[in-house]
């Protein structure tokens, strides 16, 4: 994408694309430019947190993090800035994503991680919001986000069961 990202999408593996192109898929369908990169709280430590703490001055409004397991990396993100952090708790073989949401959703107070759902209605309400977020200053992208609204709710009154 050419204009220079507001939102960076992060995942802890690339195992966690599968979930998380859904909200790249998303972003791009609503023109806000965006980045998606592999960054690692336990295996890129260092990387991560520089990452993270030159976002801000890159132009950078909101970070989207994805991780499973011990999903560390929404809080590791949000302990190095201050923008807003929205943590998507990938669903695990083990234990089906009950250990990722609550590694993600539960951040001491003062640092805040904005969780949502596990798996894929999480990474798609994570863009939404984001997309939500950034049109509080930006008309147009509430227009869009108001069509998308009406084309679900199309959708929804045209389903015909039988
Ligand atoms: C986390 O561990 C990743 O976010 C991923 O969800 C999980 C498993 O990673 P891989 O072993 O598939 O690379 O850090």
Known sequence: ??????????????SDWETMRQADELLSQFDVPHEC???SAHRTPAETA???SQAEGRGIELI???????AHLAGVCAAHTVLPVLGVPMESAALKGMDSLLSTV????????????IGPAGARNAALLAIA?????????REKLRAY??????K?????LQ
Not at 133 to 141: K, T
Not at 149 to 154: D, I, L, Y
Not at 156 to 160: A, D, T
């Open 1 to 14: 994408m050419a204009a220079s990202p507001l939102v960076a999408v992060i995942m802890g593996s690339k």
């Open 37 to 39: 990169r592999v960054l």
């Open 50 to 52: 520089e990452y993270v």
């Open 64 to 70: 989207i993090a994805a991780a499973g397991g011990a």
């Open 106 to 117: 539960q951040m001491p107070a003062g640092i805040p991680v904005g969780t949502l759902a």
């Open 133 to 141: 977020i950034l049109a509080n200053s930006r008309p147009e992208l």
């Open 149 to 154: 609204r009406a084309q679900q709710r199309e």
């Open 156 to 160: 929804v009154l045209g389903e015909r």
